[in-house]
């Protein structure tokens, strides 16, 4: 399938969700799109995390997937200004307190936002290692590191469409794992997300193919498990804000 055809799909899907929002779905999301929510720079080349997730993947999902959630954030941010006005964490936990017309959109687009702002970060092609603390809630919650992988992946096959497999973490420090549909997040249950892996098509397709079973193992080889450290300590300090 062409990547213009796959982009017709995802916009075509879009259209029974939130009309008023397709037009950045179908056309090339603008580099920088007026409005408060912005695509944060990737902290790395697009070919750093070669060969396990290709540049041309890269470029795709972090300039225009992301950049059509920012642009529809922005689209919906224009006429409920509410939307930037709290932090993506409380919005996303009040959805059901939005004006119904924008709720759906709101959800798949602020949601896909906060996901992918969180998954740049928490990937990097120099990841070292799990800090002492971390180490020990992964033994401790998830049975080991051996045992956190194999469930994440297994997580992440049994996501039907698109979605994440995600670990979660709570102010005690206590971890777990999830998987959510489509652009949903943890935040709308209150929970935060230590990390967690896009299983969406566009993240691995073009080298993968139908393989999504390699995609996952092979993503552990670009866990920055120095950004899972700061964000577990952020998370015990309670102020991991995505
Ligand atoms: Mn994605």
């Known amino acids: 399938m062409s990547l213009n055809r796959r982009r017709a799909i995802v916009g ?126 992964i033994d401790r919650d998830l049975g080991g590191p051996e045992k956190m992988q194999s469930d994440f992946n297994a997580g992440g096959l049994r996501v039907f469409g698109s979605g994440w497999t995600l670990v979660t973490v709570t102010q005690d420090g206590t971890l777990a794992l999830q998987t959510r549909p489509n652009q949903d997040s943890a935040l709308m249950d209150g929970k935060h997300v230590l990390f967690g892996n896009d299983v969406w098509e566009h993240a691995y397709y073009l080298k993968y193919q139908n393989r999504r079973a390699d995609y996952l193992k092979a993503w552990w080889n670009v866990v920055n498990w120095n950004a899972l450290n700061e964000r577990y300590a952020a998370a015990k300090a309670g102020t991991l804000e995505i």
């Open 12 to 137: 075509a899907a879009s259209v029974a969700l939130a009309p008023r929002i397709v037009v950045a779905q179908t056309a090339a999301p603008p580099a920088a799109s007026p409005g408060p929510f912005k695509v944060p720079p990737l902290p790395y080349p697009t070919n750093a995390l070669e060969p396990h997730i290709d540049a041309l993947t890269m470029e795709i999902h972090h300039d225009r997937h992301h950049g059509t959630y920012v642009a529809n954030s922005n689209i919906i941010a224009k006429d409920y200004p509410q939307i930037a006005a709290a932090p993506p964490a409380q919005v996303l936990l009040k959805l059901n307190e939005l004006p119904e017309q924008i709720r759906a959109g709101v959800r798949n687009n602020l949601g896909g936002h906060v996901n992918h702002t969180m998954f740049w970060q928490i990937m990097s092609p120099s990841g070292g290692n799990p800090s002492p603390e971390l180490a020990a809630a």
